[in-house]
């Protein structure tokens, strides 16, 4: 009986399927547009070249020009450089006691040397009033990273120095492989 029913079954669903595979669709039909024109082109002869053509004004100066032969004018000299007076002998001790102090933290990165990686680094040490660095920048890198960064952690471990208050001071660290 089982069988029965699922021959039946099949049948019924290869007819339902066979009615809306084959029953005709009515939709309401939409007004078709209508073609639009067919474009045609064609090609024309050009007429005679030098008939139409108005002669060409001669240029009164070449294309390229020889400036070889001309005299450049003076340039005008330059304002003399003025020298900003030198500081006092209090910054350039603490400048130079904070270069003694920066140059004794100093390493060469492991990384850099097998890179084979050089440069120089321009650091900005800010002093506060006691000596003591409160910030430290690269002003001027060396194009490297690496060498950026072991500047600035030889600033930040340098402690304090005797400046005389606070001050910017200005130092410059070079990686160089020998």
Do not use: C
Not at 72 to 95: D, E, I, S
Not at 169 to 176: A, E, H
């Amino acid at each position: 009986m089982s069988r029965l029913k699922l021959h039946f079954a099949l049948a019924l669903s290869a007819l339902t399927h066979a009615l809306f595979l084959l029953w005709p669709e009515r939709t309401a039909e939409a007004p078709r547009p209508e073609p639009a024109p067919v474009l045609q082109a064609r090609l024309q002869t050009a007429p005679a070249a030098s008939a139409s053509r108005a002669p060409e004004p001669e240029a009164e100066e070449p294309l390229l020009k020889d400036t070889r032969s001309e005299q450049a004018a003076p340039t005008p000299r330059p304002p003399p450089v003025v020298q900003a007076p030198r500081g006092t002998t209090a910054t350039a001790k603490a400048r130079e006691q904070a270069q003694q102090k920066l140059n004794r933290h100093v390493f060469y990165p492991p990384e850099a040397v097998e890179q084979e990686l050089e440069g120089e680094v321009t650091l900005r040490l800010l002093l506060d009033a006691s000596g003591r660095v409160i910030d430290a920048a690269v002003l001027a890198g060396s194009g490297h990273a690496i060498l950026d960064r072991a500047a600035l952690d030889a600033a930040r471990q340098i402690g304090r120095i005797d400046a005389g208050g606070a001050r910017e001071i200005l130092l410059p660290v070079v990686f160089r492989l020998d």
